[in-house]
Structures are given as C-alpha cells and as structure tokens.
C-alpha cells in the first residue's frame, strides 16, 4: 500500500524515529510502512493519522479497483 507519510513527516520536518515515538512503534516499523513492505493494522494507521491531523484516505492510498487484475476481481 502507498502512503504519503514521508510527505506528511517532511511537513512536520520529523525523522521516521520521532513519527516512531509518537505513535509508540519502532523506527524499522515506520520504514516498512513507508516503502509498502507492512500495512500497518486499523488502530496503528489511525494512530499516525491522527499525529499529522489527516484522514485515512489521505494518508493510505488503497489500490483502485482498475489496477486489480482482472482475475482478482469479485463477479
């Protein structure tokens, strides 16, 4: 999943240790996150989003439906 947090953090001029801290998870965590390798769980995600002030959908951009494959999509 793509997130805009290093857009956010670089608003803030926060480092993924300190976006870490505040939300009470590793720094390596934050960097999974924001290189698509762990989609964070509901409540971690609504932690962070509630640090910068934005919402879900602002912050985690979920796959349109369009660039599911064909085969994947529900009939």
């Not at 947090?5 to 505040?22: D, F, G, P, T, Y």
């Not at 720094?27 to 962070?48: F, H, M, V």
Request: hydrophobic residues 35%; charged residues 35%; proline residues 5%.
């Amino acid at each position: 999943m793509k997130t805009k947090l290093r857009v956010w953090r670089a608003e803030k001029e926060w480092s993924q240790a300190e976006l870490a801290e505040a939300v009470g998870v590793s720094r390596q965590c934050i960097n999974a996150i924001e290189t698509g390798k762990y989609d964070p769980s509901l409540p971690l995600a609504y932690k962070i989003v509630r640090v910068f002030g934005k919402t879900i959908e602002e912050t985690f951009l979920y796959p349109d439906e369009d660039s599911i494959p064909s085969k994947q999509k529900k009939k």
